[in-house]
């Protein structure tokens, strides 16, 4: 059964840094591709970045390039974003997705913020950007 598991989230000072990690069980992530999303309170749920295995490249949105970038972690089967100075507005849940097939690696590269192909949800984890 696939699986995703975030983790990392917490309460970090603006300027702060963070690495969250979304670890896969289930399924290796060959062939798939790990998107990357958050949602503040009161705000629709937004792409963050994209990491594509058949490139075994990351796409980050430019609203956060610059200071988020995704790796992954092939021994451990998983994938990271890690964020630095991070803002309060960076604030909300962040969770990461995954689904395979060509049609969404290639929108994980054209469109890396896209949601629309991404099937499989993890329960997201908390980030607070707060002095």
């Known amino acids: 059964q696939l699986q995703l598991v975030e983790s990392g989230g917490d309460l970090v000072q603006p300027g702060g840094s963070l690495r969250l990690s979304c670890a896969a069980s289930?399924?290796?992530?060959?062939?798939?591709?790990i998107g990357w999303f958050r949602q503040a309170p009161g705000k629709e749920r937004e792409g963050v970045g994209c990491?594509?295995?058949?490139?075994?490249?990351?796409y980050i949105a430019d609203f956060v390039k610059g200071r988020f970038t995704i790796s992954r972690d092939n021994a451990k089967n998983t994938v990271y974003l890690q964020m630095n100075s991070l803002k309060p507005e960076d604030s909300g849940v962040y969770y990461c997705?995954?689904?395979?097939?060509?049609?969404?690696?290639?929108?994980?590269?054209?469109?890396?913020?896209?949601?629309?192909?991404?099937?499989?949800w993890g329960q997201g984890t908390q980030v607070t950007v707060s002095s």
């Open positions: 997705a995954a689904a395979v097939g060509a049609t969404v690696q290639a929108m994980c590269i054209i469109s890396p913020t896209t949601e629309d192909y991404f099937d499989s």
């Open positions: 289930g399924f290796t992530l060959d062939y798939y591709a």
């Open positions: 990491y594509s295995s058949r490139d075994d490249s990351a």
